[in-house]
């Protein structure tokens, strides 16, 4: 099974700019569809993107979409997610995870492994 160990997260003012980063191992990159999910303290887990295997078709929610990007280097077994025009309801942990058995996944219940998530805040 795929491990996943994101990175990237810290302290950001409002409008700025943070790229995080998933790095997998353990297994075939290439075989897994990628997500960005993110949970917020008292809320549940939410859906924030994904890519699929070749990199190609990147997936966004509403609330994301024009702001954030998921791209990956399959090179590098490397999943990215740039995040712009960042707010303060952005303040989560973000995790990653790893999708065998579909396309695309956009709920929790597609994606077969997961990272230990790193934290971002946003200050306004």
């Known amino acids: 099974q795929v491990q996943l160990v994101e990175s990237g997260g810290g302290l950001v003012q409002a409008g700025g700019s943070l790229k995080l980063s998933c790095a997998a191992s353990?297994?075939?990159?290439?075989?897994?569809?990628m997500g960005w999910f993110r949970q917020a303290p008292g809320k549940v887990r939410e859906y924030v993107g994904a890519?699929?295997?070749?990199?190609?078709?990147?997936d966004y929610p509403d609330s994301v979409r024009g702001r954030f990007t998921i791209s990956r280097d399959n090179a590098q077994n490397t999943v990215y997610l740039q995040m712009n025009t960042l707010k303060p309801e952005d303040t989560a942990v973000y995790y990653c995870?790893?999708?065998?058995?579909?396309?695309?996944?956009?709920?929790?219940?597609?994606?077969?492994?997961w990272g230990q998530g790193t934290q971002v805040t946003v200050s306004s």
């Open positions: 995870a790893a999708a065998g058995s579909v396309y695309l996944g956009f709920r929790e219940s597609h994606y077969d492994a």
């Open positions: 353990g297994d075939t990159f290439t075989r897994y569809a």
């Open positions: 890519i699929d295997r070749t990199g190609t078709h990147p």
